[in-house]
């Protein structure tokens, strides 16, 4: 872009970067979003040097975008063959410095690599490693005659923290971009409407500058505000008036404006197009949401779309960039997505598509990189998910890359279940019958009252024996399956209330698992059912699943199940107060909701995380409410005040589990970071981290006196703690893939675990064995009595 013609107001610093770079061959030019540095080097620097050293002057200018390497191998194409270019397209640690020794010849050189923090937002680790790397050598090593400059916002100066090369580049060679003082603002504005014989009313400048001040990074703004403002005024007497100002809203207001009357203007099958179109050109990062560049290829597949898209750029709300074939389209204006309220309300509808198709897209690479490993590929509930949105065209503008990568992972996921079919033919003492995930959680509390091993009344002893008789006559009958299952659990129930064991009971259950049973009887949900809570009585279960609503299940009268909504994204986990008269959820939308659960009416909204609450915990008083983050945040809310919550840190990853001890007196904590952490609940203060796992600690769970602690791991082990001291007892292993989710029997003697390996296992928690290992008919092990943490 050569505009130098229009550009004014930055004189003072085209000259001294000039000079600055006729000693020196780096320059990092920092500044705030919006602040011009982009322009400043474009229609500013890059033509004064254009001036200076002629024609022998090459330059490259280029932004990183997913694969740096190949957008400076794009840019030399400019100037070289192909077959003299692709040399840039390999991603080593000396290409860059090779492709100067190798094409360079007499020529000075200008790599100019705009929006540099898209190094840190979209380049995948390993590539922006080496092309770090890559940069740093040919930095070191270039003369005088080859020029690198780079812009990145200032606020992104601690991603430079991992690289103290980077960090030395930025010591000596950067410059902060500061504001445009009221003089250059004036020369801005007047100088280009000047050179054209157009002159602004009297008083007009004076307004606009005072509304630009208004507006923090808002010089882009300025620039859409006058190019309306030409184009739209009646300029026939060559005056710029204020009125036609005022009427497109200002400097703060003529963007959303402008957007408003196209988006007003085109009808509803257009406006879900244009939102598709956005939806995909809009990235998260963290809490902000950011402009990303797509193709432009993918929005033309379809001519009433390709209209939508064209309309955009042509009303300046999207930018298009480069060659057919080779052209890519973003938003125009950051602000735009900072404020139109059209698109603040589909990015906050739309929040957990957006998270999950960028994570689709860097893996995705990840795959085509590894040359399509089935390794790479996704599984569980992530591909149940996406396959879900797709299913819903909730994201119908897919690179190809991506599509080829979601149907390999459903082909290997089929592969891998029919695999799973044969074997289970093959091993008739597989169990076959859990019905769904959501009775997972039963299973586990009904197994675990098979563990007790203390005296009992004889009479119920011997109800407990007579439904175990009932349940294995019922288990002749294939109709009576479920039944003789249920039969055989309110026998285990019976003897866990009176601490002892019979042998025709565990016969009854262990025949009940082993037999074929029916699935699929507490159906309701519309999506994957991520956390369930069982009532301390064993008559009520409550359900949370990703289909935003909770349910609420008769287990005494198998009725149609209540269902509770207000949650706007999955509900992650859901806990039961042990008098079983309240109800707590928590979303990926990061709220938490407290319900009457006999009324199911919603009594409050807990609002403070500041990203999806994956786990919650209540005391056994029902009083305090325990919260993990994705934020990396623990809550401790009070609910008997309504206070503002107790906000503890020091996890540097999101918190995916929390557990509470049976007095209430100690928290504990397990992360993504690996580590697990002992809290003193009425303090708040760290106690201490437990370290040993080696992948998430994905939950954890206490025993009843408070004494030992149980973690499961994505490293696909168990570890007993003692919570006193933090040390390590021993380490569970059997589970072939993540431990998702542990449980401890309220007698302490049996410690049931979930796996990704799609088994329940039951170990003797005195002795370290396993007892029994069960395999639902479901595609993954999600639901837990413990902590009900939701690492996604």
């Known amino acids: 872009m050569d505009d130098k013609d229009k550009f004014f107001g930055r004189d003072r610093w085209i000259i001294e970067l000039t000079n600055y770079l006729e000693k020196k061959n780096v320059l990092l030019l920092l500044g705030a979003s919006g602040s011009g540095k982009s322009s400043l080097v474009q229609a500013g620097l890059i033509p004064k040097l254009k001036d200076q050293w002629?024609?022998?002057?090459?330059?490259?200018?280029?932004?990183?975008?997913?694969?740096?390497?190949?957008?400076?191998?794009?840019?030399?194409?400019?100037?070289?063959?192909?077959?003299?270019?692709?040399?840039?397209?390999?991603?080593?640690?000396?290409?860059?410095?090779?492709?100067?020794?190798?094409?360079?010849?007499?020529?000075?050189?200008?790599?100019?690599?705009?929006?540099?923090?898209?190094?840190?937002?979209?380049?995948?680790?390993?590539?922006?490693?080496?092309?770090?790397?890559?940069?740093?050598?040919?930095?070191?090593?270039?003369?005088?005659?080859?020029?690198?400059?780079?812009?990145?916002?200032?606020?992104?100066?601690?991603?430079?923290?991992?690289?103290?090369?980077?960090?030395?580049v930025h010591d000596s060679s950067s410059r902060m971009l500061t504001d445009m003082e009221d003089s250059d603002l004036r020369l801005a504005i007047a100088e280009p409407a000047a050179r054209n014989g157009v002159i602004f009313e009297q008083g007009l400048i004076d307004t606009i500058i005072a509304d630009f001040h208004q507006q923090a990074g808002s010089l882009p703004l300025l620039q859409y505000t006058l190019n309306l403002l030409w184009s739209k005024d009646d300029i026939t007497d060559r005056v710029l008036n204020t009125k036609a100002y005022q009427e497109l809203g200002g400097v703060t207001g003529a963007l959303q404006q402008q957007a408003n009357k196209i988006y007003d203007q085109f009808d509803e099958t257009q406006r879900k197009l244009a939102e598709e179109i956005f939806l995909e050109l809009i990235s998260l990062e963290g809490k902000e949401a950011v402009s990303r560049r797509a193709d432009k290829g993918i929005f033309e597949r379809d001519e009433t779309q390709k209209e939508v898209l064209y309309q955009l750029i042509d009303n300046r709300l999207l930018v298009s960039k480069g060659e057919d074939g080779k052209a890519t389209v973003e938003v125009a204006h950051e602000e735009l997505i900072r404020s139109w309220k059209v698109l603040q309300d589909l990015i906050r509808e739309k929040e957990e598509i957006i998270v999950l198709r960028n994570r689709l897209y860097a893996d995705a690479k990840s795959w085509q990189d590894a040359q399509k490993a089935s390794s790479e590929l996704w599984s569980g509930s992530k591909l149940a998910r996406i396959v879900e949105f797709k299913k819903e065209q909730a994201l119908p503008n897919l690179d190809r890359v991506a599509i080829a990568f979601i149907e390999a992972s459903v082909a290997e996921r089929d592969r891998l279940q029919k695999a799973e079919v044969e074997r289970q033919k093959r091993d008739k003492k597989t169990a076959q019958g859990i019905a769904a995930g959501s009775v997972t959680a039963l299973v586990i509390s009904s197994v675990l009252g098979l563990m007790a091993w203390q005296k009992t009344k004889q009479a119920e002893f011997n109800q407990a024996e007579s439904l175990s008789l009932y349940s294995l006559s019922l288990g002749t009958n294939g109709s009576k399956d479920l039944d003789a299952f249920v039969s055989a659990i309110k026998a285990g129930q019976i003897l866990r209330t009176q601490n002892t064991t019979n042998?025709?009971?565990?016969?009854?259950?262990?025949?009940?698992?082993?037999?074929?049973?029916?699935?699929?009887?507490?159906?309701?949900?519309?999506?994957?059912?991520?956390?369930?809570?069982?009532?301390?009585?064993?008559?009520?279960?409550?359900?949370?699943?990703?289909?935003?609503t909770i349910k609420i299940w008769d287990l005494a009268t198998g009725g149609k199940p209540r269902t509770l909504t207000g949650h706007h994204f999955p509900v992650s986990s859901v806990a039961l107060s042990s008098d079983g008269k309240t109800l707590v959820s928590g979303s990926f939308d990061k709220t938490i909701k407290i319900w009457d659960l006999a009324t199911g009416k919603e009594l409050r909204t807990l609002t403070g995380h500041q990203d999806a609450v994956l786990s919650i915990a209540l005391s056994s008083d029902g009083k305090a409410l325990v919260s993990g983050s994705y934020d990396k945040t623990i809550k401790i809310w009070d609910l008997a005040t309504g206070g503002k919550p107790r906000t503890l840190t020091g996890h540097h990853?999101?918190?995916?589990?929390?557990?509470?001890?049976?007095?209430?007196?100690?928290?504990?904590?397990?992360?993504?970071?690996?580590?697990?952490k002992v809290w003193d609940l009425a303090t708040g203060k760290e106690l201490r981290t437990l370290t040993g796992h080696q992948s998430t600690v994905s939950s954890v769970a206490l025993s009843s006196d408070g004494k030992t602690l149980v973690s499961g791991s994505f490293d696909n082990t168990i570890k007993v703690w003692d919570l006193a001291t933090g040390k390590e007892l021993r380490t569970l292993n059997g589970h072939q893939e993540a431990v998702s989710s542990v449980a401890l029997s309220s007698d302490g003697k049996a410690l049931v675990s979930g796996s990704y390996d799609k088994t329940i296992t039951v170990w003797d928690f005195n002795v370290n064995s396993l007892v029994a290992r069960v395999r639902p008919l479901v595609d993954k092990s999600c639901c837990n009595q413990g902590s009900t943490g939701n690492p996604y």
């Open 503 to 548: 042998p025709e009971v565990i016969n009854a259950l262990q025949e009940a698992l082993s037999s074929p049973t029916e699935q699929n009887r507490l159906i309701g949900h519309q999506s994957t059912v991520s956390s369930v809570a069982l009532s301390s009585d064993g008559k009520t279960l409550v359900s949370g699943s990703y289909d935003k």
């Open 54 to 168: 002629g024609s022998q002057l090459f330059n490259f200018t280029f932004v990183p975008d997913v694969d740096p390497f190949e957008s400076f191998y794009g840019c030399l194409l400019t100037k070289y063959k192909q077959s003299e270019a692709k040399l840039a397209r390999t991603v080593k640690e000396d290409t860059l410095l090779q492709v100067v020794q190798t094409l360079k010849s007499d020529a000075q050189w200008l790599i100019f690599i705009d929006q540099f923090e898209e190094v840190f937002t979209r380049t995948p680790k390993t590539e922006r490693d080496i092309f770090i790397k890559s940069l740093i050598q040919l930095i070191e090593n270039s003369d005088i005659s080859v020029k690198v400059i780079m812009t990145m916002r200032a606020d992104f100066l601690d991603k430079l923290s991992p690289y103290p090369d980077l960090g030395k």
């Open 653 to 676: 990853f999101p918190v995916s589990s929390v557990a509470l001890t049976s007095d209430g007196k100690t928290l504990v904590s397990g992360s993504f970071d690996n580590t697990i």
